[in-house]
């Protein structure tokens, strides 16, 4: 997904397994687990794996943005 500018909330579904690939020009990335902290600022990135599962084929979600926030919220824990 590209984005301008503007808000983005990724929801991984509580029954599987995706990676997360975020890239913010300025801006936040921000998850809704405390443990993980938030980043926000200039030229963020963050990669990571979300859900229960231990799958080999992972779908990954890309997500672009050059002024804006990303929001992940795991519904799987």
Same mark, same amino acid.
């Given at each position: 997904?590209?984005?301008? $500018? +503007? ?19 300025? +801006? ?20 990571? $794996? ?16 050059? *002024?804006?926030? *990303? $929001? ?6």
């Amino acid at each position: 997904m590209w984005l301008g $500018t +503007g808000e983005v909330e990724v929801i991984v579904p509580s029954d599987g397994e995706v990676r997360i690939e975020s890239y913010v020009m300025i +801006g936040a990335i921000e998850f809704d687990d405390p443990a993980v902290g938030d980043r926000r600022g200039f030229f963020l990135r963050d990669s990571r $794996t979300l859900g229960d599962g231990e799958s080999l084929n992972v779908p990954v979600v890309r997500i672009w943005t050059l *002024i804006g926030q *990303i $929001t992940i919220t795991d519904s799987s824990g």
